[in-house]
């Protein structure tokens, strides 16, 4: 069992910065992947970033790539997204989530466990 706690979101002026942070408590954290999805006022839940257990291996959705850092400290048992150029259209409720295995995954329903998620508001 994991259960994951987000923090970190907030309101922000658009190009600015934010870094979340998912806290898992579990012995199983250093073997999961982990994954960041949002879910935007009157949208479906989507993809935006997942590390392997290792953090050897990262994955991105193309409309945050090159803006978002995801990163992870086993050491800590947390995951961290650093998410930098923000634009209005990041705005959402970000979920973290773990799976049952060592790699990433695009897709939501590979994930096992999710947290209740964090606010990111970004004004223009």
């Known amino acids: 069992q994991v259960q994951l706690v987000e923090s970190g979101g907030g309101l922000v002026q658009a190009g600015g910065s934010l870094r979340l942070s998912c806290a898992a408590s579990?012995?199983?954290?250093?073997?999961?992947?982990m994954g960041w999805f949002r879910q935007a006022p009157g949208k479906e839940r989507e993809f935006v970033a997942a590390?392997?257990?290792?953090?050897?291996?990262?994955y991105y959705a193309d409309s945050v790539k090159g803006r978002f850092t995801i990163s992870r400290d086993n050491a800590k048992n947390t995951v961290y997204l650093q998410m930098n150029s923000l634009k209005p259209e990041d705005t959402a409720v970000y979920f973290c989530?773990?799976?049952?295995?060592?790699?990433?995954?695009?897709?939501?329903?590979?994930?096992?466990?999710w947290g209740q998620g964090t606010h990111v508001t970004v004004s223009s």
């Open positions: 989530a773990a799976r049952a295995y060592r790699s990433g995954s695009y897709y939501e329903n590979d994930y096992d466990y």
């Open positions: 579990g012995r199983t954290f250093s073997s999961s992947a």
């Open positions: 590390i392997s257990w290792s953090g050897s291996s990262t």
